[in-house]
């Protein structure tokens, strides 16, 4: 292989191992964020902030799990944490964690940290459909009791999904460590040649089938919020 075609490879592993950790992740946590956060805010107006804590409670404990696993195994060292609070300062629920800006390994995870939620909460509906409900990937819906069970968690984890504005701002701290990262992955796959483009391109085709999943959910909740704050 030539130099020029070691380069256009390297390029091409990098473009898309950017789409996959920074731009895919960042389009969703973006849009499905303004969902979920419109949809609180209908249900909190309708409803009270104490009932809103009681449905969201299983999406606010993952959310904030997600936080707190990836910052140990990114090797934060955690301050403080509450899966779950009555709110205080308009947080639910909180992590604070501080890193050592010169190691690479922690500033770079500050980026995946910040996004953490969107990782943790989609999986768990994810899977909690494939257990309940896995009809539901064939647009097939059996209306019984796991029907029913699955909607109320799923409802809770969506609400969960939501990244706030100082997540957005933790991520942005990990974001030139990231890309120096990419960069050094892409010389290192196209050296080593074991893992494809092929590959990655499934990869990002399922993390876009997990993440779209979560935006139609988030999407179905802020429907049903206007629909009952609007009763």
Do not use: C
């Not at 949809?39 to 707190?68: D, N």
């Not at 799923?154 to 999904?161: Q, T």
């Not at 796959?189 to 391109?201: G, T, V």
Request: charged share 10%; no cysteine.
């Amino acid at each position: 292989m030539n130099l020029i075609n070691f380069f256009q490879q390297t390029i091409e592993y990098f473009l898309i191992m950017l789409g996959i950790a920074i731009l895919i992740p960042a389009f969703f946590a973006w849009l499905i964020s303004y969902l979920i956060n419109r949809a609180g805010s209908e249900i909190i107006s309708r409803f009270g902030t104490g009932f809103y804590l009681f449905i969201s409670s299983i999406g606010v404990i993952v959310h904030e799990l997600s936080h707190l696993l990836l910052a140990l195994f990114f090797g934060h060292h955690i301050e403080n944490f509450h899966l779950l609070q009555v709110p205080k300062n308009g947080q639910v629920g909180f992590v604070t964690h501080s890193s050592n800006p010169k190691n690479l390994w922690q500033a770079f995870g500050n980026l995946l940290i910040g996004f953490a939620p969107m990782i943790g909460n989609s999986l768990a509906i994810y899977y909690l459909t494939l257990w309940l409900q896995p009809e539901i990937f064939s647009f097939r819906v059996t209306f019984n009791w796991s029907l029913l069970v699955w909607f109320l968690i799923s409802f809770s984890l969506a609400l969960g999904i939501g990244l706030s504005h100082e997540d957005f701002q933790n991520s942005l701290q990990g974001l030139w460590p990231a890309l120096l990262i990419l960069l050094i992955l892409a010389f290192l796959f196209e050296i080593i040649n074991k893992i494809s483009i092929n590959q990655l391109l499934s990869f990002s085709e399922k993390e876009t089938t997990l993440f779209g999943l979560a935006l139609i959910i988030a999407l179905i909740e802020l429907i049903i919020a206007k629909i009952i704050s609007a009763i």
